[in-house]
């Protein structure tokens, strides 16, 4: 089946998500987020665009950019191919690290644009990962209120205040409402096999064998499942099959700090 033509964006403001093959996680420690952060911002200016948000979870991540000087397709294969040689060399790894082609949506207008704003700061609250914003280290949340490195700060500012003080005071305010706000769908259709949730079980546990999950106290074992489950979509029918843990366990893995 032919790929569906990207659609353009007018203002050249794209939102961004890019995802580990078969879910795998992309980035395992801090180094590899500090990797990639360093490696858009090495480009940035010799690629010429200007970034707005961005966010990185375990296994994808999203970016809010403008496009300036060089095509979309350009950027992205100069931050992906860069990091991806990085990182296999790091794993002694070889091969594909991001599924497929990066999705993409343009972003035309003010309203939108801030909406994807807070949806890509929200991500890290929404996976259960943090109770507040300013707790997520992997965001650009915070180069708006702290410390500026990689965003360009300046044009969403503005577009709540000029006087800097009150910009920042309405900026964390808006990316604090709880809104169901709808962006870019990281999720797909395509079932994932018990062969792909194996590797997956495997990356994310750092274990040989998964049924080495058996093994691991109770407080461990449930932050590792309930991130499977979130984080990776893989299902509690197919995290039994494949680990052979109880599926009343697997079902209450994560349940409890809930109450």
Known sequence: MPRVARKKSES???HIMMRGINRQCIFQDEDDCMKFIK???????????????????GNHAHILLKIVKEPLEQV??????????W???????????????????PVEDDTYFLTVVR?????????????????????SFNEYIN???????????????????????LFVEHNNE?????CLDMEEKRRITDKEADEIIKEVCKVVDVSDLQKFDISKRNVYLKQLKEDYGLSIRQLERVTGLNRGVIYKAGKEKEK
């Open 147 to 169: 410390n500026t490195q990689l965003i360009d700060v300046d044009f969403v500012l503005n577009m709540f205040s000029t006087d800097r003080e009150r910009a920042v005071k």
């Open 178 to 182: 709880q809104k169901d706000d709808v």
């Open 12 to 14: 050249g403001i794209y």
């Open 119 to 139: 949806y890509i700061h929200q991500n890290p609250i929404k996976a259960g990962l943090v109770k507040k914003l300013g707790q997520y280290k992997w965001s």
């Open 39 to 57: 490696t858009i911002q090495h480009y940035k200016e010799k690629s010429g665009y200007e970034v707005y948000a961005y966010c990185l979870m």
């Open 76 to 85: 992205m294969r100069r931050i992906c191919g860069r990091y991806v040689y």
């Open 87 to 105: 990182y296999n060399l790091k794993y002694n790894r070889i091969g594909n690290l991001f599924q497929d082609r990066f999705k993409s949506e």
